[in-house]
């Protein structure tokens, strides 16, 4: 890797409480830092499923050396890409972040995540009882069919539903529609109403209880490319991160609890 040397960790975070269980979904979180160069540090984040090595034991870290190696240089390449641009608009003094390094080796051996990432799986559904405006052509939806205005109706829908894969795909869509409405309501610069108090609450205690099943949506609404303490994640109208960013950073923030991880080089 250009003669440069990295000391490598692991460490875990799980997304539900884990004790009696022999598998989770969770977060492998990787810290690469030079050693010709003590400031130049990347943490690579691994969202997948994650097994205990034995019963009650570690939960394995299913990552080669080469793999590794792999992540490294590509985020190498990267960040050398930014600093002789100078154009970066991350604010990384710590580590620079990989959000999801599993795209960033050729065949990643940590299985996925058994929550979904993707949503569609009650499209149907949603459209039948909701008269979203579905059409077979839309590539992005739920973002498609978002609406500022019905946001609170969204939100009651999610309440009243039992079933993971519906609760998945009306958070999804209610998450596009709230931030679309913080948007607007920075844009035609009106008062805060009780609706806004009502709102924010609802989707912080919502996510933090349903934490597992929205882990992927949550990772990336919470921007985890930058670091937590970066300043657009306090800006009320950011530049570079959603406007629902700030909060969704501290829901991911909050909600993983640390696990033990064994990771065999070899």
Not at 4 to 28: H, L, M, N, R
Not at 117 to 146: F, N
Not at 214 to 243: C, K, M
Request: proline share 3%; charged share 25%.
């Amino acid at each position: 890797m250009n003669e440069e040397d990295f000391a490598v960790t692991f460490s875990g975070k799980a997304w539900q409480a884990c004790e009696k269980i022999d598998s989770v979904d969770g977060t492998i979180e990787m810290e690469a830092c030079s050693i010709q160069r003590p400031n130049l540090k990347f943490l690579g984040l691994i969202h997948g499923h994650l097994s205990r090595v034995s019963p009650n034991g570690l939960f394995a870290v299913k990552v080669s050396l080469s793999q590794v190696i792999e992540i490294i240089e590509d985020a190498m390449y990267e960040w050398s890409e930014e600093e002789v641009l100078e154009s970066s608009d991350i604010y990384h003094p710590k580590f620079y972040r990989i959000k999801d390094a599993r795209w960033r080796m050729k065949d990643c051996s940590v299985a996925e995540t058994h929550a979904s990432e993707y949503a569609g799986g009650a499209r149907d559904i949603l459209e039948t009882e909701l008269k979203l405006g579905s059409s077979q052509g839309m590539q992005d939806w739920p973002l498609e069919v978002s609406n500022r205005s019905r946001v609170e109706e969204f939100c009651n829908f999610y309440d009243r539903k039992i079933d993971s894969s519906v609760k998945f795909d009306i958070m999804q869509l209610a998450l596009f529609s709230y931030d679309d409405y913080l948007r607007y309501s920075i844009f035609s610069d009106r008062k805060p109403t009780q609706l806004d108090n009502t709102l924010s609450k609802w989707f912080d205690c919502t996510l933090r209880c349903d934490f597992a099943l929205h882990g992927n949506t949550i990772a990336y609404w919470a921007t985890l490319d930058r670091e937590s303490n970066d300043p657009e994640f306090s800006l009320t109208d950011p530049q570079f991160v959603f406007a629902i960013s700030g909060k969704l950073r501290r829901i991911w923030n909050d909600s993983q609890i640390p696990i033990d991880v064994y990771w065999d080089a070899l």
